[in-house]
């Protein structure tokens, strides 16, 4: 029997993780105002009916993607609104419908419904026969899950039609919602219980694993072990998965130690560590630090190193083209790296650069590594205390972990980096250690063969370490200045600043502002102008601050655009007065960062 509908459309209740069943009375609370709106628009049409459509989304739906494209229609019996403008409603359910063109005006949804022509097979030998093996499937998920009672659900089989023990079963059983609208779109009774069956069953099946994996784990539990008794669950579930992922990693992590390039002694501890590992329960915390333990040895750089050709010839020609001027200390690095060359080894004195800021300490470390081919690493000692930066903190503490010194060789995973230990005089000390004493043994091309992390507990040689220390000023012990030889970079001359501005500080500030550095034009006078007027540094930072300030200003004047422009000393005058202005300081003498 084929059921006719007006020609208007009919507005569309959506329902959250419900599909409702034909032929059932539902109480409907309904306090979402979208809701409540469709409500009230139904009644002002004049329709008495209403489709029930599940969705997807959890917050209220926006879209029509976010309805299924089937419902249940049904006549709203009774409405009463509530004072706190909630509306409580009775509709009850006639037919499932199948939506068509689906609009959304103001969060109502309408639609135009088709209805699901149904057999009216129930009262079938068949349909009798599914009918009642959901209820034993039912009544064995019902003894297992012990989740609800059967005495309802066998009240409602016996007395109420056939679409009443649907909906309790969907109800009941919580069926997923993808599965309740198959059993609401199915065109005949058999079809709607042999989906209901089907997935009755697949609980059941579930539940009895369950119950299994909750057997063998009260059997091998010990009273009072909460860890224990996870870690005894995680097993059972990964052997009824028919894996064990833990016995596998245990496995993998001693193939890796046996095949790692540690020293003998090195390999004792780990394997020694990996014993004690094995009969913990991974899920404790000794366990978990003892996994981290080993991760962070087999991390570690052994026997791994950068093995690049020493060119002297291309060192040259990197220390040249990222650095202007200061030839003498350009020569003595080279110096430095042709005994590399000769020795074949990292070892000899530690270089220290001295001098103001700016003038391209740090970039120099940088220089060097480019140079050798060699991963570079950067460690800023300004205000450390402790000495567990570099020695590391012993494992069995909270929150342990490596030194800084160890920590640069493994996120460069070789032996033999460049390490920078960038302001080496701002190191400080109170209780908690002389972090200067550990910083003695490591820059000790005699000690530090052998240097122990308090973490890691076994010997890492150092010694092909290339170490380059920064400092602003000698302000140091003697048994530090005694380990290193210090050279002192001296300011920068006009002439080379103006070189370098030229060279490298302009093409910076026009990559820094989005200039095209064809479009500046930069007399070297008035390079010299911007340098004598609004710096009094020996380095470069504050006229590399200036050029860019000046770039950016010139930026805001002309809407963005950045034109040819020629930047004359009166040009300079007038763009950095504007900052002046705008309340940044400009007084000569006194750089200040903007």
Request: contains cysteine; hydrophobic residues 40%; aromatic residues 6%.
């Amino acid at each position: 029997m084929r059921y006719i509908y007006p020609a208007m459309k009919k507005y569309i209740l959506p329902f959250r993780d419900l599909v409702v069943s034909p032929g059932v009375t539902v109480p409907v609370l309904i306090d979402n105002p979208m809701s409540v709106n469709c409500i009230k628009a139904a009644a002002n049409a004049g329709s008495q009916q209403l489709a029930l459509v599940p969705q997807h989304s959890w917050a209220y739906p926006t879209s029509v993607k976010d309805i299924y494209a089937v419902g249940t229609i049904g006549d709203v019996l009774q409405v009463l609104s509530l004072p706190d403008g909630a509306i409580h409603a009775v509709v009850r359910t006639t037919h499932a419908v199948n939506l068509s063109d689906v609009q959304v005006n103001d969060g109502v949804f309408t639609a135009d419904v088709t209805p699901i022509e149904l057999q009216m097979d129930e009262n079938a030998e068949q349909t009798i026969v599914l009918r009642d093996l959901v209820l034993e499937n039912m009544q064995t998920l019902a003894n297992m899950s012990r989740r609800f009672k059967m005495d309802k659900l066998r009240n409602v089989a016996t007395n109420y039609p056939l679409s009443a023990f649907v909906d309790a079963v969907v109800q009941t059983a919580d069926v997923d919602t993808d599965t309740a609208v198959k059993v609401l779109c199915a065109t005949s009774w058999v079809e709607k219980l042999t989906i209901l069956l089907e997935a009755v069953k697949l609980m059941g099946e579930t539940a009895k694993i369950e119950e299994s994996i909750n057997k063998r784990i009260h059997q091998q539990m010990e009273s009072g072990r909460r860890d224990a008794i996870l870690q005894e669950k995680m097993r059972a579930i990964q052997k009824e998965m028919g894996e064990d992922d833990g016995e596998m990693d245990t496995a993998n992590l001693k193939k890796k130690i046996l095949r790692s390039s540690m020293p003998a002694d090195a390999k004792d501890k780990a394997m020694s560590e990996w014993k004690r590992m094995r009969s913990v329960s991974p899920m404790s915390n000794e366990g978990g630090l003892l996994k981290t333990y080993l991760d962070e040895l087999l991390a570690m750089p052994w026997g791994k190193a950068k093995s690049a050709p020493i060119d002297l010839k291309k060192a040259r020609e990197v220390l040249d083209s990222e650095h202007s001027g200061m030839d003498a200390v350009k020569e003595r690095i080279l110096e430095h790296i042709a005994v590399m060359k000769k020795t074949n080894s990292s070892q000899g004195s530690i270089l220290c650069f001295v001098g103001a800021p700016g003038v391209g300490k740090t970039s120099l470390g940088k220089s060097i590594a480019t140079a050798l081919g060699r991963p570079y690493q950067r460690i800023s000692l300004g205000g450390i205390s402790d000495e567990s930066h570099f020695r590391g903190h012993r494992k069995t503490y909270i929150g342990a972990q490596i030194g800084r010194i160890m920590d640069a060789l493994k996120r460069c995973k070789v032996n033999n980096p460049v390490i920078v230990l960038d302001e080496i005089d701002k190191m400080g000390r109170d209780w908690r250690g002389d972090p200067e004493a550990a910083l003695l043994e490591i820059l000790d091309p005699e000690q530090n063969k052998a240097f122990r992390d308090h973490y890691l507990e076994v010997d890492f040689d150092l010694s092909n370490v290339m170490f380059i220390a920064t400092a602003n000023s000698l302000n140091m012990s003697n048994a530090l200045k005694d380990r290193m030889e210090i050279i002192e970079i001296p300011g920068y001359s006009m002439d080379d600043k103006v070189k370098i501005a030229r060279e490298h500080l302009i093409g910076r500030a026009a990559r820094d502002t989005g200039w095209n550095t064809d479009d500046i034009i930069m007399s070297d006078d008035a390079i010299r102008h911007l340098i004598q007027n609004y710096t009094s540094e020996q380095g470069v930072r504050q006229a590399q601050r200036e050029l860019t300030a000046v770039l950016r200003r010139s930026l805001l004047e002309n809407d963005c655009v950045d034109t040819k422009t020629e930047f004359t000393p009166e040009k300079i005058d007038s763009l950095l007065s504007m900052r002046k202005t705008a309340g940044f300081s400009k007084k000569i003498g006194f750089g200040v960062r903007v």
